[in-house]
């Protein structure tokens, strides 16, 4: 079925979606129709969207939810959230709804740097390119001036650059380790034209150097680019209360705040558990990233290396009870921006930014660690009371009664139905069937 084809990119929209229709669907009448319908129906806007990526041939829609009542810092957000997954921005909002009442939730930058690098092979003599080194750095420096200018007027640029051996993992490879303070951006554009100004200049400077021999002048730039591993990028978010204000949680609080507590520490101490604890937390930050126009997968690498920085992948979320006090918390790298890329461009996460008051780089990282500790919270309470299904798959329902194709008034009268029963595929697919026969 599937063949190659030439020069698709060249292509025509309207040739593209023909080829595709035509070549990897059985019906290419209704694929057509299927992907106009998801066409933005003012023209400028579908342009917009059309040009953010190479190929496209339709939108493809997430749903954009609100998780209300937030407050961090003693400041009230509602936390606008893109995500696919039923339940997640309920558990947000119910989190925020039960902290609300407790104080909120504190968060506070740890720092902020970034780092990139141009990895290198040497094979000569290490002291001489220590010297060289030394002698280049100002150069290095001041050959990214152009490039640094306007991040320098405003407060950031280039924190440092650091000469490292990594001759012991691989033969000659040698970094310029880079660190970088990017402020309001994401700043992946900035630091990897510096990294290649950095490159440039290395591989000039090095045929220049008097104290090396011809072989040591040729230094083989590898690459140059970022790292999305940031673990000084930090922000933590934490909430905490008495244990007798934990209160109505479906269980005595003070077997609730235990078992809360022994939950985390399963997560600490063992990785199957711990990615699972993670991607809970995961659902919370992906989902007010992506709203944001930020690089979830940026990120999410970025924190599940840091996941795993102590040698074995861990939790993200600590949690503890002294002298009466219950205190959960997390600490979590995030690399993210409010200004560039998508931010102007993109009129959701323009809404997203507006409705989150236009933070700044700091105060987002602080929102999204908090909606992450939130959804955490959330999914712990559930796992610890009364298990995740239940409330799981009441939200669920709405989406195997749209799969069964229920009219919105057999949805209502299931949903009313399904107040207090149990909601299984098999138990929904039984009351629908009975509905229809009726
Ligand atoms: C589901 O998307 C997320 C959870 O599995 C997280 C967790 O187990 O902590 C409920």
């Known amino acids: 079925m599937n063949t190659p084809v030439e020069g698709f990119s060249k292509l025509t929209k309207t040739q593209k979606i023909d080829w595709i229709a035509t070549n990897c669907t059985k019906d290419p009448k209704a694929t057509k129709q299927l992907l106009e319908q998801y066409w933005n129906t003012d023209p400028r806007v579908q342009k917009l969207h059309d040009e953010f990526i190479e190929n496209t041939i339709s939108n493809y829609y997430l749903p954009f939810a609100i998780a209300p009542n937030f407050k961090i810092n003693n400041e009230l957000y509602a936390i606008p959230m893109a995500i696919e997954e039923s339940s997640v921005v309920a558990a947000a909002s119910k989190s925020a709804k039960f902290w609300l009442e407790r104080g909120g939730f504190k968060a506070e930058i740890i720092g902020t740097e970034k780092v990139g690098q141009v990895h290198f092979i040497y094979n000569g003599d290490r002291e001489k390119l220590s010297d060289f080194f030394a002698s280049a750095k100002p150069e290095l420096f001041k050959s990214a001036a152009s490039i640094t200018q306007s991040m320098e007027k405003r407060g950031g640029g280039i924190n440092a650059i650091e000469l ?117 937390i995961m659902n919370g930050i992906d989902a007010v990233v992506l709203a944001t126009g930020n690089d979830f997968r940026a990120v999410e690498a970025g924190v599940h290396a840091y996941a795993a920085k102590d040698g074995q992948y861990s939790s993200l979320t600590h949690a503890k009870i002294e002298d009466g006090i219950f205190k959960f918390w997390i600490e979590v790298p995030l690399a993210l921006g409010t200004v560039g890329g998508l931010t102007t461009l993109h009129p959701l996460v323009k809404l997203a930014l507006e409705i989150l008051q236009n933070p700044s780089a700091k105060q987002l990282m602080q929102i999204v660690a908090v909606a992450g500790l939130a959804q955490n919270f959330a999914a712990l309470r559930s796992l610890v009371t009364t298990g995740i299904q239940k409330g799981h798959m009441k939200m669920h329902l709405l989406n195997m009664l749209n799969q069964l194709g229920a009219t919105e008034t057999e949805k209502q009268q299931l949903v009313t139905y399904f107040k207090d029963q149990t909601v299984t595929n098999a138990s929904v697919k039984e009351a629908y069937e009975r509905i229809k026969s009726n």
Do not use: W
Request: aromatic fraction near 8%; glycine fraction near 4%; include cysteine.
């Open 164 to 280: 490292r051996d990594l001759s012991d993992k691989i033969e000659g490879y040698h970094q310029l380790h880079c660190k970088f303070e990017t402020l309001d951006a994401m700043g992946a554009n900035f630091i990897n034209s510096c990294l290649e100004q950095f490159a440039k200049t290395l591989k000039e400077r090095a045929l220049a150097f008097d104290g090396f021999t011809e072989e040591e002048k040729n230094i083989e730039v590898v690459m140059s680019i970022l790292s999305n591993y940031v673990p000084d990028c930090l922000v933590k978010a934490e909430v905490s209360c008495t244990i007798s204000d934990l209160g109505n949680t479906d269980m005595p609080a003070e077997e609730f705040a235990k078992k809360f507590v022994q939950a985390v520490n399963i997560a600490k101490a063992e990785p199957y558990r711990a990615v699972t604890h993670n991607k809970g």
